[in-house]
């Protein structure tokens, strides 16, 4: 059965278009495109008007096909809205969308139709093209893609929820945060003897604990499900904007459940954990009412030294009970949740002061108080028992406690951290860490006022390890505080000529390699001959007579670049200049990260990270209470890396051991091969000595003045405490 030709049709839809208003360049209005049999190009109809009759006849159809198969009158296209609507008009053979045939259909973009039968060959294809703009499309997309996401969001939900009970609610492993010492047996801070006690009702509280608890943890407790969509996206959105995780999103309901279904919903910190967080929360927000979850969370919740539940640490810190603490000491307790054993008013009292103020404006802010109540609360003192205040201050080794404390944060994140229930291996020397205290503080008291500092800092680490056998951050704790071994960054002098040195080892330079002691002027700036003489020194002699030219001539030699690239890889991590007064120790580091480094020196070229924490077990997960070693096990230190070759690292303590025996470190030589580095900075500000005895303990010490003021000391005092010190171990 013939056909016209594709040019008759085009004439006879110009003739029929003719006269009529043209489009404008790339008008977007809807088409229908006609396929003839054995056709690949569509022959093109605009559409603009209200309708459009189909068919055969030229003189009735708007829109002309010609085909024996079409009848006269085949079909109307009716607009309706912004899109039209195709009506069979009692034709002969129909019209078909796919095998079945329609009498009347709204056209969507992409619909194909039959004038006929599909089945038959001469049949004429209809196509409707009006595809939606982009926007309307990625919308489209979007909300197909929501959807998928929820169903499959729905189906995990749905299959995790039967892998946990939530009736009875489990009692919880009510165990402290253990810190023990090298010998395994001794905790480095007693826990509080003191039966857990709970209060039955959410009634039997304190008024402003509970208001206080919300206010600060969880604004929106009463209207959501257990999972707080405004605090999800709020939170999503600061990590986006930040580049990293700073700000959770969770409930007290899911506090709730990280702590009671610590099992199913595990430790370790990741996306997975959080999920399986929110579904227990869902569970519990539909099997409990909020003033039963609000109670657990008042019953189970981790404070620190002082046990789990607010009704503890009132006992502990206030000597009464949760149903009897006032505004001021409530917020005092819930200031501390973030990290109750550094938060506690006995340890930081200025912080927990802040703390306990913030929340007292959140519950003002909220209309939980009034105005009054909020001023007389803030101007009120935090008046603490005299039985925490013993119990806190007979901590073994507390700024080593601090830094177990804060590296727990770091290996653990802050939030599962916050939870307690874990078992803490250090290898901690109980005898070394009194022997260091001792001589620190008395080198102190002794020296100080004569030379002109009050301040000191002594780290001894296992060469073989890393691990901290000893740490003293300051002369007196309870006076201050601030570690001055991990959180103090000062300017290390001459010890950095340790990094040149090693660099130029490594490239193989002989210590036998001589150095001219004039002066030199190096990128615009002059440096002095050496204090020695001007005859020429080799580089053995140079280290050990801390001349800063040789030092400076050899940096020349192997390139600051690589100086730098050496002092990284023994574990320097603060901000080091590529200038030439990096060499003489200008770039600022802390005691901490410089002695670490030379354990890798002590222990033939293998570095371990200087480290608090050896392990680090879950209490509440063990096969047996009794016994610790059953617990599983959270964190184990890894191995150590072997970050400079043994020959390079034997050649450098070689010449350490000449610095200490006949250089600026002789009052610190105790004939047992000990090796080692003085560093005095200007005016004294800073005195150093940083040495070790290879394979067994690396020990820094540093002495100064916090304000940075000038001393009338040298290196010498610091290697002298690092003599007496470590002549006794």
């Not at 998928?148 to 969001?153: D, K, P, S």
Request: proline letters at 5%; hydrophobic letters at 40%.
């Amino acid at each position: 059965m013939a056909h016209p030709s594709r040019l008759g049709l085009s004439q006879l839809i110009q003739t029929f278009y003719a006269g009529k208003a043209a489009l404008k360049p790339q008008a977007r209005v809807p088409q229908l495109h006609i396929y003839y049999p054995g056709s690949k190009t569509p022959e093109v109809v605009p559409l603009v008007g209200e309708r459009y009759f189909i068919g055969r006849s030229t003189r009735n159809c708007d829109i002309p096909v010609c085909s024996d198969l079409v009848s006269q009158v085949h079909g109307l296209l009716q607009r309706r809205g912004r899109g039209y609507v195709l009506l069979d008009q009692k034709s002969t053979n129909g019209i078909y969308r796919g095998r079945r045939p329609i009498q009347q259909r709204t056209l969507r973009h992409g619909d194909r139709f039959t004038l006929g039968p599909p089945e038959l060959a001469e049949v004429v294809r209809l196509v409707y093209v009006h595809p939606p703009r982009w926007y309307v499309r990625a919308m489209g997309y979007g909300l197909w893609g929501a959807g998928m996401g929820l169903a499959l969001a729905v189906g995990w939900v749905a299959v995790e929820w039967q892998k946990f009970d939530v009736t009875p609610l489990p009692v919880g492993t009510q165990a402290p945060l253990v810190i023990l010492s090298g010998d395994g047996q001794t905790p480095l801070r007693s826990p509080w003897n003191h039966d857990h006690q709970e209060l039955a009702r959410l009634e039997d509280f304190s008024p402003y604990l509970p208001k206080a608890v919300i206010a600060s943890e969880d604004s929106r407790f009463y209207w959501h499900p257990g999972v707080d969509p405004v605090g999800v996206v709020r939170a999503l959105g600061i990590n986006l904007l930040s580049g990293g995780v700073r700000e959770g999103a969770s409930t007290i309901t899911q506090q709730v459940a990280r702590s009671l279904f610590r099992e199913y919903v595990g430790t370790e910190d990741s996306a997975g954990r959080k999920l399986r967080e929110m579904v227990v929360a869902l569970k519990l927000e539909a099997h409990y009412d909020k003033k039963t979850i609000l109670t657990v969370y008042l019953n189970k919740v981790y404070l620190g030294v002082a046990g789990y539940g607010f009704e503890d640490a009132a006992q502990f810190y206030f000597g009464k009970s949760a149903r009897d603490v006032t505004l001021a000491e409530a917020a005092t307790l819930v200031g501390m949740l973030p990290a109750p054993n550094r938060f506690n008013p006995v340890k930081d009292y200025d912080t927990a002061l802040g703390l306990r103020n913030r929340v007292i404006d959140r519950m003002e802010a909220q209309g939980m108080i009034t105005a009054m109540e909020a001023k007389r609360a803030r101007r009120s003192r935090i008046e603490i028992s005299p039985q925490a205040t013993r119990n806190l201050q007979s901590t073994i080794a507390p700024y080593f406690y601090d830094t177990v404390l804060a590296e727990l944060e770091s290996l653990l994140g802050k939030r599962l951290a916050a939870e307690g229930n874990f078992i803490i291996d250090t290898a901690l020397d109980v005898r070394m860490q009194k022997w260091a205290e001792d001589h620190l503080a008395r080198f102190v008291t002794t020296y100080g006022a004569t030379y002109g500092f009050d301040q000191g800092a002594l780290v001894t680490l296992d060469a073989r390890t890393g691990a901290v056998k000893a740490l003293v951050g300051g002369k007196n704790y309870q006076q201050s505080q601030f570690n001055r071994i991990t959180q103090a960054r000062r300017q290390p002098g001459s010890v950095f000529k340790v990094f040149v040195y090693g660099a130029a080892m490594e490239q193989g330079i002989s210590p036998n390699t001589t150095y001219e002691c004039t002066p030199l002027v190096w990128q615009g700036v002059s440096f002095a001959g050496c204090r020695s003489g001007s005859a020429p020194l080799d580089l053995t002699q140079g280290l050990a007579l801390s001349e800063n030219v040789v030092a400076l001539r050899l940096a020349q030699q192997v390139g600051l670049a690589a100086v730098v690239q050496w002092a990284r890889r023994l574990g320097i991590e603060s901000p080091l200049q590529p200038v030439p007064g990096l060499v003489l120790g200008q770039s600022e580091v802390t005691p901490w990260e410089l002695t670490g480094a030379f354990t890798a020196l002590a222990n033939q070229g293998v570095k371990h990270r200087p480290h608090a924490i050896t392990r680090i077990r879950d209490s509440s997960d063990c096969t047996d209470m009794n016994r610790p070693e059953t617990c599983r096990e959270l964190y184990r230190l890894p191995a150590g890396e072997a970050v400079i070759a043994p020959e390079v690292a034997a050649t450098l303590t070689s010449m350490l051991q000449t610095a200490v025996a006949s250089g600026t470190g002789r009052a610190a030589f105790l004939g047992r091969g000990e090796a080692g580095k003085t560093g005095t900075t200007n005016e004294a500000r800073d005195m150093w000595l940083v040495g070790y005895l290879p394979g067994e303990w690396v020990t820094g010490v540093w002495l100064g003045n916090d304000n940075n003021q000038p001393t009338r000391g040298s290196s010498g005092l610091a290697a002298q405490l690092w003599g007496q010190y470590m002549g006794g171990m």
